[in-house]
């Protein structure tokens, strides 16, 4: 799944939705794959496959959210990306600021990534001697 540009202006008034589900868990994974592109290989919790209109959002699934956005701030760069939390069923559900600093995380680390992957050195001469 492309990179989706996150929603970083969620309001109290603003409903979360299938899409925003999809858009999150998918950018969460295209995030590990730019990161293994600079850093060791990593493992993410299963967050699933995207999710259709009669699906329900379950507590685990908003926690491997949580978990991945961890795994991938431990395993590239410690960016600051506020307090994780934990979500049980039954119980308060993320709000708006919650969603605000998730995405707004993943944003963060996008902008990063893609810096380090730009910046990165590569040789002028392929070693071997093969020519390109």
């Known amino acids: 799944m492309p990179w989706q540009t996150p929603k970083t202006d969620w309001k ?3 409903y979360f939705n299938i899409e ?5 868990i998918g950018n969460l994974s295209y995030l590990r794959e730019m990161a293994l592109e600079v850093y ?3 493992q993410m919790a299963d967050m ?3 999710k259709g209109y009669s699906d329900y959002i379950y507590a685990d699934e908003v926690n491997a959210i949580e978990a991945n956005l961890t795994a991938i701030c431990d395993n590239t760069y410690p960016f600051a990306v506020g307090e994780r939390r934990t ?3 039954n119980q308060p559900t993320p709000d708006y600021a919650e969603f605000n600093r998730i995405e707004s995380a993943c ?3 996008y902008n990063n990534l893609t810096g380090q992957i730009a910046g990165r050195r590569r040789l ?3 070693l071997g001697g093969a020519r390109l």
């Open 12 to 14: 109290a008034t603003d």
């Open 20 to 24: 925003d589900y999809n858009r999150i």
């Open 40 to 42: 060791k290989r990593f």
């Open 48 to 50: 699933g496959q995207e």
């Open 87 to 89: 979500y049980y069923p």
């Open 107 to 109: 944003l963060l680390i």
């Open 124 to 126: 002028a001469f392929t």
